[in-house]
């Protein structure tokens, strides 16, 4: 499993912006896929968790109704495309990718992505 986001950049507030991660290897029958971000002197929190089991998504509160993930299977790709960007949604973004099999957890992380939204 390989993860790579892209995507990222400088928008201005009330802007938007789709990020994506290309996630080679990925079974979606098996894999969750999330996305965190981490913003500079804080620690990296989950922003949304697509589930392997019925494929739908949960949002973290403060991007709730401002972001949509959505899943290209064909591409192995996910994006993560976001609406009404705030400065505080400056972050890197990062996709990880759980995969269970027989009872156990393995976790992979991908390079982040830059996303600035000024004011």
């Known amino acids: 499993v390989q993860l790579q986001a892209s995507g990222g950049g400088l928008v201005q507030a009330g802007g938007s912006l789709r990020v994506s991660c290309a996630a080679s290897?990925?079974?979606?029958?098996?894999?969750?896929i999330g996305w965190f971000r981490q913003a500079p002197g804080k620690e990296r929190e989950e922003i949304s968790c697509?589930?392997?089991?019925?494929?739908?998504?949960r949002y973290k509160d403060s991007v709730k109704g401002r972001f949509t993930v959505s899943r290209d299977i064909a591409k192995s790709m996910v994006h993560l495309q976001m609406n009404n960007l705030k400065p505080e949604d400056t972050a890197v973004y990062y996709c990880?990718?759980?995969?269970?099999?027989?009872?156990?957890?393995?976790?992979?992380w991908g390079k982040g992505t830059q996303v600035t939204v000024s004011s």
């Open positions: 990880n990718l759980v995969r269970h099999v027989l009872g156990r957890e393995m976790d992979y």
């Open positions: 697509t589930s392997y089991s019925d494929g739908v998504t």
């Open positions: 290897g990925v079974n979606f029958d098996a894999d969750s």
